[in-house]
């Protein structure tokens, strides 16, 4: 059985994913309707890593006989200037998710609850990932400027990372 305080922070962490990809799926969105379309394959893909990172929460949580509420699905409302600050926010979304599975891992030891402990590696090991991919973007973004052709070329290759995985 689940510690009460772990459910609850595994159930707030899952809303945290659940709003993950509806953040990317807004800025896919959006930036589709811009003509971008490598950027927005890109986006849309991740929007459903999001997804499967909730996913993997909720079943963690049924599996350990946990209650799950979960928040209503919706599209953000998107603000942003450029790209540049558009994988911003993104950056800085990521490195806020990473506090926050920081912060479930030593809840999770403090509570002693080494299977939500084990679980949670995954957590760590995608969290670096997904950092450092967001991290190159945005350099690759900041040294492009706004030059359009380089632009124009970028978004030919998220076109191409999209199909193979590799930026
Ligand atoms: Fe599931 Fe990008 O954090």
Known sequence: MLNDKIQLELIKQLNRESESSQLYLSMAYCVEKKGFEGICEFLYDHSNEERKHMLKLIRYLNKRGGDITLNNIFLKKITYGCLKELF????????KISNKINFLVELSLEKKDYFTYNFLQWYVKEQIEEESLIKRILDKIQLIGEDKGGLYLF???MKNFHKNKKL
């Open 155 to 157: 978004d030919k290759d």
């Open 88 to 95: 911003q926010i993104l950056f800085e979304h990521e490195k």
